[in-house]
């Protein structure tokens, strides 16, 4: 009997607890809250780039049906393209570039395949060369530097400029920053809502992104074919734009 009794004393406690905890998520779930979403918008001035060109070499054109690539000529044909790559760092290293800011990429071997002159009325033969092709990436860390540099790059011969990226040294910073503006706008509107509105705010009750601060490079491209005509304007970075969003709840207390 006396275990019977306990049995129910603890089963009638826990009823009697239902109650109240129900009560205390009703009273939770009711307390007013203010919703609010802000979002802002970050335009930073780059202080760095990274210039993008390429070299390549060719071997001479001969028929499809020669399966074999001549090895004399590829060799001639990187030999070429080794010189003018050593011919090319030498520029930039006169230039005032460091050789840990130049990168050269490997080396890229790939067929090609060109029309060959036509005869009479014979259908037209297709002729196959090898490219030999390497891509440079030159960090800048002084624009003001930039049309120096250009100028060293084409004068090196480069067969293509790729473009300019334009970064930022302490992207970290810009984008806490951009994130701060957002949170600052977020408290900024709920402080006008709740004056408009004649109550009080409360603590923060919660806090979430919504749009979280993307940092992406900016790419310029350029042609090495429209150097001469390039002017100043080519070189003037523009900004880089980072967006963040937040969404902020607080207690209303009155």
Known sequence: ?????????????LLAAIP??????????SRAKLDVQAEAQLDVAPDR???????WERTPAVARHDDDTDPDALRQARDRLEERAAS???ALEEAGVKRDDISAGSLSVQPEYVPAPRRSDADQEMLMRTRLERPFQVRVDDLERLPRLLDALTAAGVNVMDGISYDLADRDAATDEALVMALEKARHKAELMARTMN???GSVVSISETRSPVYQ?????????????????????GTIVIEAGVSVSWEIEN
């Open 1 to 13: 009997m006396p275990s019977i009794r306990l049995h129910y004393l603890l089963l009638g406690g």
């Open 88 to 90: 090319l760092i030498a």
């Open 20 to 29: 109240l905890s129900a009560a205390a998520t009703t009273n939770e779930e």
């Open 49 to 55: 780039a990274t210039l993008s060109a390429r070299l």
């Open 199 to 201: 109550v009080t705010l």
């Open 217 to 237: 490079p900016r790419m310029m491209a350029m042609s090495a074919d429209a150097r001469e005509s390039a002017g100043q304007a080519e070189y003037r970075p």
